[in-house]
């Protein structure tokens, strides 16, 4: 692979399907807006969309789902009358590549018109530095003379999969300057784009064709000569801008960068994006393909990290479009937020700032779901109030078109119980009990009392039980006892009890507050009895494997394949009331041995084996959630063959774009990016072996055989540690500013990383 830090292709995507995925493996986006990776003179038909975090909208009863704005960035050119786009004349040669060192898209692609061949090429970048910005570099050059016509400005006819989310739009001129505004359907939020360029060449006239408003240049092109201009593009909204309203926002925004120009304004992105490959990079020596997928799965969390500030998360498709409602899932606290709590903490306190702020939601969903009840039950598909997007009928029969039911909104109640988690583990990875006073603990306690809540006390056996749930694996819906959620149950009351506890000791005065504001004194103490009395299916004493829930041994033991091979249409969705896999124990995702990944230091080796040889021939892996939790925990009993396949596969997920687009009747095209989260972690904590707890750091490194190295930085405790694995050694160099000396445990034995100072442990000086 000659380019580790590059995805590129020669070959033109001239279908509907090839250009969909093409447009999410060369997205670029900058944590405000996503633009997918489509061509300059592409439109709606393309599926071109410059899609905004946390905006959402809701056309009639339709599903509501984020904004797309419009495409600031387009720009369609004629030679000697004929207009020349990629799908409409020949194509003698085209290059595309996404430079994933500082998310820059290119183009270049040269046309054959009747003897002549016009070359254009283009560069275009979403600022990190400014999030609000756009810029672009267009070049135009001809072999021969040629009278050429540019149209340049913004395509307000808008990709929606149920929109229009702006259906009046306004196009004016002020000045220089380009601006599109319309207004959503449902909150009547104003969304505009303004559109400065700089063109050295050319007569110049406005024009608005339809919903595009445009800036036409027309000139003679001498043969051999390139010409070249510079497009700047904002996207503001009304509830962002205090003082200004949107329109003026990002009329302000794109004078400023016109003013800096195209090279500042790359250069202050550029060096943002050194700082996030200097804290987030992880290096593999002896392996290209394992490189290059998993730095393009990097690549794609830091592309979508909220910006700071927002109290945005990350949608389960990320910034890729309209997919999945644009709603937030389990999928960011389980699989994306590890990442940024080990590399960047800072972007993963933006994370539970989300759900600090969607709380209300979470206790509106507790009360109106069912019995009602009571606390934080957190939406399965979350937006931006905290409210649940998820539908009661949300999949559809691709045979009969009618919509099934399903209980993904109501009975995954394992949701919160991964927000609380998550709560937790970054104030004890990080030391930081910022979040915890911020809301932090009022979100941990309240899903404890949901789940108090939600409980069931079986009195002739005196425990808990949670019943009438969906755990990880949706194909079976209501089942009891779920070892995934109830494990999760009981951390959440452990970790409530250790919140109360840290605040009642080290900060008596809000904890005081706290209590009084949601009235939770006398629930208190029944949460550590919760925690106590909490039924979680354990390992058979015989055989060792954890039933997954009660009663699914007792179900029918079908080959996936064989099960697979009985739909009657490819889409058919295999769960719901009446799938062909709800009789029998084939599973959708990791469930069982994704409560063994999340809780690996509460189970021993042989159990992760067991129950891992046992469930991975029952998986479907009908969910990119999957591959990464059989991955980690192949690692850990040490089948590291098994453990790579696993691991390649959801590395090159979005790379190689091969996934399945639709499920039942709902499109699912779009990218991944809880398996890229899951990429990093089967690489740090699968074959890294890294296990960072309150205390100390322990590593036990696992290397594939083809491998000679592993490097990566790891963010403890507020300090920074460069670590590089291999096979015979592991170096931990502290940096000189970290604050004080932290404990590693690697390979057994105990290490004190003095800040400024390296310790190499030696495999051969390994503690039995």
Known sequence: MSDLWSVETSSLAADGEAIMRNGNIYQIANGYMGYRGTLDEYGRSELVAITLAGVFDRVGEAWREPVNAPNGGYTRIAVDGQTVGALEVPVSAHHQALSLRNAVFERKTAFALDGKTVTIASQRFLSAAEPHLGVIRYSISSDHDADI?????????????????LPRLDAKMYGDTLVIAGMTNELGKCVAVAESATIPFGQQHHKVDGNRNLRVVSFKAEAGKTYTFWKYFAV??????AGLTAPEAAIAAV??????????????HNAVWADKWAQCDVIIEG???????????????????????SRNSIPARALSGQVYKGAVFWDTEMFMFPFFLHTCPQKAAELLRYRIRTLDGARRKALTEGAGYRGAFYAWESQETGDDACTYFNIGDPLTKRELRTHFRDKQVHISGDVAIAMWEYFKLTGDDC?????????????ARFYYSY????????????????????YHERVNNNAFTNMVVRATFEIASQTAFYLAETHPEAFKALVQKIAIAQELPLFAEAARLLYVPEPNPTDGLIE???GYFNLRNVPVEELKSQRIHPDEYLGAGQGLAVPTQVIKQADVVMMLSLFRERYPTAVKRVNWEYYEPRTEHGSSLSACAYAMVAAEFGNLDFAYKYFLKTARLDLDAKYKIYVGTVFMGGSHPAANGGAWMTAVFGFGGVSAGADQVTISPRLYKSWRSLKFKLAYKGDSFDITITHDSVAVTAAPSNRQTRRFCVWGRDESCVPGKRILIDRAEKVA
Not at 435 to 447: K, N, Q, S, T, Y
Not at 455 to 474: S, T
């Open 149 to 165: 016509v540019v149209e340049t400005g913004i395509d307000g006819d808008i990709w929606d999969l149920n929109g229009p989310h």
């Open 236 to 241: 503001c909204t009304a509830f962002e801008e």
């Open 255 to 268: 004078h400023e960068a016109k003013a800096q120009g195209f090279d500042v304004c790359l250069a202050a």
């Open 287 to 309: 392996d290209d393909e394992t490189q290059h997928a998993l730095r393009y799965s990097i690549f794609q969390l830091l592309i979508v990290a909220p910006v700071d500030g």
């Open 435 to 447: 979040i915890l006073l911020e809301g932090g603990a009022e979100v941990i306690l309240e899903c």
């Open 455 to 474: 409980a069931y006390f079986k009195k002739e056996k005196n425990r808990y039980e949670i019943l009438d749930v969906i755990g990880p694996d949706e």
């Open 548 to 550: 997954q829930f009660d």
